[in-house]
C-alpha cells in the first residue's frame, strides 16, 4: 500500500540566513525577583513548543479543493495532519465572523479565506480579490498569494 504523504513538513532549516523561533533564553529570566527562591532544576523546558512546521502544502490542497465536498476533503486533510487547528487557520466555518477574504498565514503570505457553504462545499469567502488589493510594506521581503509570488512598487 503506498504511503499517503503529509500535508505539512519541516521547515528549511538549512536556507540562507535562516533564523527561526528559538524562544527566550532563561539567562534572561533567571535572576528576577520572581525566580528568587526557585532552584533551576524545578522549572518546566517548555517541551509543548512546537517550533519547525510548514503548513504551505495543507493550504495549497484545500484550494486546490474548492468546489469540493467539505466534509470528503476535511477527513482528508486531517488523516495527512499532526492536528487539526491549521485547517481552521484557512477555513472559517462562520463567515460572518468578520473578514476580507485574505488571510495572512506567515511573514508575507495572504492566502484566499474559504468557507463552507449552505450546501456543504468549500468555497473562497471573496472570489473576486486580486494581487492589487493586497498589502505589500516592504520590497525586501517575498509576498504571495495563494501560492503566487507577487511584487509592487511601493516607492510611490
Known amino acids: 500500500m503506498r504511503e499517503v504523504k503529509k500535508l ?18 532563561f539567562c534572561h529570566s533567571r ?6 527562591d526557585f532552584e533551576g532544576t524545578h522549572l518546566s523546558m517548555h517541551s509543548d513548543k512546537e517550533r ?7 493550504f495549497k490542497f484545500l484550494l486546490s479543493k ?3 465536498n467539505w466534509d470528503d476533503i476535511y477527513a ?10 491549521p485547517v481552521f487557520w484557512m477555513v472559517y466555518l462562520h463567515p460572518e465572523a ?3 477574504g485574505i488571510v495572512r498565514l506567515g511573514a508575507a503570505s495572504y492566502y484566499s479565506t474559504l468557507t463552507v ?5 468549500l468555497v473562497k469567502l471573496n472570489p473576486d480579490i486580486s494581487i492589487d488589493q493586497l498589502p505589500i510594506y516592504c520590497t525586501c521581503c517575498t509576498h504571495s498569494f495563494n ?3 507577487y511584487q509592487k512598487d511601493v516607492s510611490s
Request: charged share 40%; hydrophobic share 25%; aromatic share 6%.
Open 8 to 25: 505539512y513538513r519541516k521547515e528549511n532549516k538549512k536556507a540562507l540566513n535562516y533564523r527561526g523561533d528559538k524562544g527566550g533564553d
Open 31 to 36: 535572576n528576577t525577583k520572581a525566580m528568587k
Open 52 to 58: 519547525g512546521l510548514d503548513y504551505t502544502p495543507l
Open 66 to 68: 474548492v468546489g469540493g
Open 76 to 85: 482528508e486533510a486531517v488523516s495527512r495532519l499532526d492536528k487539526k487547528e
Open 98 to 100: 468578520g473578514d476580507k
Open 117 to 121: 457553504d449552505d450546501n456543504g462545499i
Open 147 to 149: 501560492g503566487v509570488v
